[in-house]
């Protein structure tokens, strides 16, 4: 029995693999360690212990932990302590996010495997290990083409009569956003990037408009020539995407690609299923 738990900052899927067969998939809250108490990590997993898997929790020999904020050593150490603790039986992996995506898109290929969510990443994978990796500078200054960047977007060309009055129009009715308000959640708020994101869903309903199809266009531009022709040889290797804005701007986004000859070749809006496939073989 394989315990995979894949960690966002606001939520977590746990999924109990048996062979092939998912016996059981949740989710909880989640848990970033860059911003998060480890006593949070340790009342996440007691919840899953009492309610979700009382059970089957002797029977997992393997755990698989995918989280944001994992990049950092001692982070994936803390944490795998902490799953240490409460699986003693079990062996513990802990690593971080793109490594999800690497599985999840990847498989056992090679390839480049890309994040477009709330922020943005990519990297090379060998099929066993990351063997490069773009400089991901956050969303004060990087996470382009991410639903950060999108949002941020909208909100600017709306404040700034960039938009197109009609346009404008429906961002205020869906809105209502003063810019007093804007600015004092936006400096204030716990995750102020995904504030910004949230105005992605804008973009998302409107994205067949000229004005925003072109937005979107701009903030994938950036992402592949900032994620994907840094690497050298790009064009010849597999290319795939995962997140929910590479998912719901799938149109606009490989229309992008085409003009720079590149071919989206896996697409999954998260990784469940090919973290599933992965461990499943």
């Known amino acids: 029995m394989k315990l995979i738990v894949d960690s966002g900052s606001t939520k977590m899927e746990w ?19 860059n911003y998060s108490s480890v006593l949070l990590l340790e009342n996440l997993i007691s919840q899953v212990e009492a309610q979700s898997i009382p059970s089957q929790k002797n029977e997992i020999r393997t755990v698989h932990y995918y989280g944001t904020g994992c990049g950092l050593e001692q982070n994936r150490e803390l944490i795998k302590a902490v799953f240490e603790n409460h699986f003693p039986e079990a062996e513990v992996h802990v690593t971080h996010d793109l490594m999800a995506a690497c599985h999840a898109v990847l498989g056992h290929g090679k390839g480049i ?21 773009a400089v991901s500078l956050g969303y004060l200054i990087g996470d382009e083409g991410s639903g950060m960047h999108i949002g941020k977007e909208v909100v600017r060309a709306c404040y700034y009569g960039l938009m197109p009055e009609e346009l404008r129009c429906k961002f205020n009715e869906t809105y209502h956003l003063e810019l007093d308000s804007f600015i004092q959640k936006l400096y204030h708020d716990e995750q102020p990037s995904r504030y910004l994101a949230s105005f992605a869903e804008f973009a998302g309903v409107h ?21 994907i022709l840094r690497y050298e040889g790009y064009s010849s290797l597999k290319i795939g995407f995962l997140g929910s804005v590479a998912f719901h701007f799938q149109p606009v986004l490989k229309e992008s690609l085409r003009e720079y000859g590149i071919t989206m070749a896996e697409l999954a809006v998260g990784p469940s299923v090919g973290l599933v496939n992965y461990y499943g073989e």
């Open 15 to 33: 999924i109990l693999l048996d062979g092939k067969q998912v016996r059981m998939r949740f989710f909880t809250g989640g848990f970033n360690p």
């Open 113 to 133: 495997a890309c994040i477009l969510g709330t922020g943005s990443n990519s990297c090379v994978y060998d099929g066993k290990e990351i063997v490069g990796k």
């Open 207 to 227: 994205q067949n408009e000229p004005f925003i199809h072109d937005l979107v266009k701009r903030c994938f531009k950036a992402f592949i020539e900032v994620f």
